[in-house]
DNA sequence: TTTAGGG
DNA sequence: CCCTAAA
């Protein structure tokens, strides 16, 4: 309970022997004294911290910008100090040959070491080498803090925050790119004549990292484009997409005065495909800053959350992070599935959020509570881990309560004597993903891998992640123990401590929930939490109707690929291809599922019983104009034509939602124009409407009448 | 599958 | 946008 919020928490091996730090810890012992000895540190509370950490990361980019560079490599580690109540951030290691750029992005993301690629594994060998999924601090892998990013966000859409994910992130903004021998390959070179990728290959000698996937990147105005490294997108701003529009407008934008929203794009596309550059991102920013105060139901289940709802909690993460939350406040940590923090004076932060998050104190509890008796199989086997050091040479103090449940009899022996300020060190190197298993014909294309691979990590990382911990290559299992009674608090003991990303794709969610669909079949998985059904640590990835998914890549773009869908260019009107974006943005998450079917070895998805909630995706004023028209002569009847004649190859757009859309054009042109909300309609528009939408009312109720008059005339 | 309507 | 009864 001790350790959220901690700044002292930094993760990796590497060592801050900032003397500054030294005496602001000591300073501070005296201040936490009292906490320690109300509080009892367990691994729970270090899970969530973990989770917390990750979830911090995530903020400062929106209140970074170049100018204040200096600023954070200098002051970062006295700032983070001064004030324990601030968010957990991971030191900044010394790194010199980091670039400025990349050394922001380290910094804010607390990245570490690293030029370690993602890599996945090539063959189904089974070795249990896991190849690290680490973040990147030297230039050529500059992009990998993207990578990091992309870690971030998933963990935070999974466990601390939205406690749901959206696979559309990963796949929408990043595209996997392969290496060779630690060298990129370009995606039209086959894969086994010229890269030599074949079996007799060794396996060590490829790898995968993350790209930002620039075609896929619609507004690049809060990005910091690395410029001098141009093979990728490690622009933590990027993700503010993330976020509601409105925020990103009325918050972000004043904060990152100093990113450039001219940036110019083609510095982007380095190592890209084919990239079509379009800054333009209507649907966001419409549905976003036109629908600030959008309705919340409370029909679906309040575990089921769409995209908007985790926006929705980003965003009121991102408005208010940098503040307070101090520890004495701090409540136990919610263990509803997903490993998330939550702090009683964030309560509020959700206040216009879902009831999920005002959970009681009391319910609160109760959830540790059972998560104690339930704990077991936290980690499972296929999981890897990344290693933590202790920093510093602090004594540990614990208070004995709680203490019953103890079975490391070295800790407990420890802990009286220990002095008060018991706050342990950890410094994440790097996050490590589960082993993915890829089989991929000879004759693929590298762009062909580098997309299997993106979608073998999307699988991973788009479910819900949760993160487990390892002491001495042993799982720790019970949520209830304290980090002393673990011996975590043994400085001796750090070296062997060891966290894991594990999948968390089966959550205590309803079953009609999209994020189900993530789960995967395992028989090799111990049993996790009672609650939470098992857990896939390996998956498994079989690919052998390639040509297959290749297509279905080039539909769904999931690459680089340019979507053949033009979109809402129904009527004359529309100009251009100004939605293409919008398109493949919208086939995302589609995608995700779709492609995570074809990854789990044919498997039937249950998509279709349990379908991610499509974006939301206004109807442009084309849009409008083309629907109109079509209505104005067809009738309000007939949408199956309606989508026919205008709509025909806007595949986003079903009859019913044309229908949908004609009601609410309908409702829109009653109301008064104060009222109206979203991108305004042409009053003449509506005027057609009202006009169109009488006379076929007119008509209907003629044809009724001609129907039931009928028979009458016929008695 | 398409319509129609409530949520 | 979703869900679904009804056609």
Redesign the pocket.
Known sequence: MVLQKRSCYSFNGHQVPTKRRATRLARRNATFQRRLEEKQMCAFDLLATVADNLLQGKQNPTTCSDSSLEKDRDGFVEEECQDANKPLKTELSDEASCDRRCQHDFVKEGCTDANKPLKAELSDEGSSDRKCFSNISSQVYNQNCCLKEFAVHEIEGHSCIASIVTSSSCSEKFVAETLVDGKGQNGTENLASKVELGSSRSPESIGFKLDGDVSKVKDVKFGKVPMDTGTGLCCSEDLLDEKPPALVSSCCNAKLSGSDDSMPHSSLSKGCDNVLVDSRDD?EKFSGCAHPSTKI?S??PITCI?DRKINKRLASKYLKVAQESKPDKLSNSVLDGNLKPVYSNRKNYYKSQRSEMNIPFKKRKLFKCSSDTNSNGYIRNGDTYFSLKNETNQSVSYSSSGMSKDHGTSSLGHSALRSRDSHVKLRIKSFRVPELFIEIPETATIGSLKRTVMEAVTAVLGGRLRVGVILHGKKIRDDSKTLLQTGISHDNHLDALGFALEPNFSQNLPP?CATSSLRVPTADVPQPFTGYPSIPAVIHQRIQGFSNMLAEHQVTGLGNLVESDHDSAPSPINTSGEKKLSDSK?LVPEMGMEALAVLRGHQKSKRTK??????????SVAEVEALVQAVEKLG????????LRAFDNAK??????L???W??LVHTARISPQQRRGEPVPQELLDRVLTAHAYWSQQ?TKQQLKHHSKPCLLL
């Not at 349990?610 to 109807?619: K, S």
């Not at 309000?636 to 989508?643: F, L």
């Not at 986003?652 to 939602?657: F, G, L, P, Q, S």
């Open positions: 649907d139901k029909s679906r769409d009609a919208e349990i379908a991610q909630r499509r974006i939301r995706r206004p109807f309000t009847g007939r949408w199956r034509d309606v989508k986003h757009r079903t009859y019913v939602d229908k949908d859309k009601k609410t209907q």
